[in-house]
């Protein structure tokens, strides 16, 4: 049973269309993220999601938004892609508080925006 | 404000050799939690190790060790008798308590194990 997966891994869009990654963790976990790694490698959090609130990197476009329809889903939608836009996109979960054994990723949905 | 820096962009070894990867944090912090994760070619990432800050034992698993200096805020990664299948890019990253609970990572080191 895969832990957190992700669901495409590999899309391609043109500029422009508005898509969705799916994401789903069966750990019973509290919290879920959306990281976005870029071309460079590097590993950037955009979102960070529990039963109570989400909170947003200041830094990512709005037309990013992610849906939880339940505990155990966290979907990014993303509207009027830009050629910027093209990059891995991980999901992860965790439980909360001090006893996080550590962060479970997905394995990552490589995006590119033609 | 939370930072990772991972130094060595890119490491090459030949298998057998031992290796070290650095990795300096910065925190204003009192509590917090320093992680490893590898990156393989096929993309997925790995989680090595999680440490919180008021635990500075050294750790060992196998071929893998960490040392954990909060005196220079560093937290190395060492890889002992490195084999191919160590080639990946290997991540540091902290965990900041303020707000939410999420990663902060270092820009990566890309090992080579040549055979």
């Known amino acids: 049973d895969t832990a957190v997966s992700q669901t495409p891994k590999y899309l391609v869009t043109q500029m422009g269309n508005d898509k969705s990654i799916k994401c789903e963790q069966n750990?019973?976990?509290?919290?879920m993220y959306w990281y976005k790694q870029d071309s460079k490698k590097f590993l950037k959090i955009m979102f960070s999601?529990?039963?109570?609130?989400?909170?947003i990197n200041e830094t990512v476009p709005n037309r990013f938004s992610p849906k939880s329809p339940d505990k155990a889903h966290l979907n990014l939608h993303i509207n009027s892609l830009e050629l910027g836009d093209s990059a891995v996109y991980f999901c992860?979960?965790?439980?909360?508080?001090?006893?996080?054994?550590?962060?479970?990723f997905g394995s990552g949905t490589r995006l590119t925006v033609v | 404000a939370q930072k990772v820096t991972q130094a060595q962009t890119e490491i090459s070894v030949v298998e057998k050799e031992d290796v070290t990867l650095d990795c300096v944090y910065e925190t204003r912090d009192t509590t917090y939690y320093l992680f490893w994760y590898k990156q393989p070619p096929s993309g997925e990432l790995v989680f090595l190790i999680r440490r919180n800050s008021f635990d500075e034992q050294n750790e060992i698993s196998g071929r893998y060790s960490w040392n954990f200096q909060k005196s220079t805020s560093s937290f190395n990664f060492t890889i002992t008798a490195s084999q191919v299948v160590d080639s990946a890019v290997y991540f540091c990253?902290?965990?900041?308590?303020?707000?939410?609970?999420?990663?902060?990572f270092g820009t990566g080191t890309r090992l080579t194990v040549i055979p």
């Open positions: 992860a979960s965790s439980p909360v508080g001090r006893f996080n054994y550590g962060y479970t």
């Open positions: 750990l019973g976990h509290d919290t």
């Open positions: 990253a902290l965990e900041d308590q303020t707000g939410a609970n999420n990663l902060f």
């Open positions: 999601y529990n039963n109570k609130e989400l909170i």
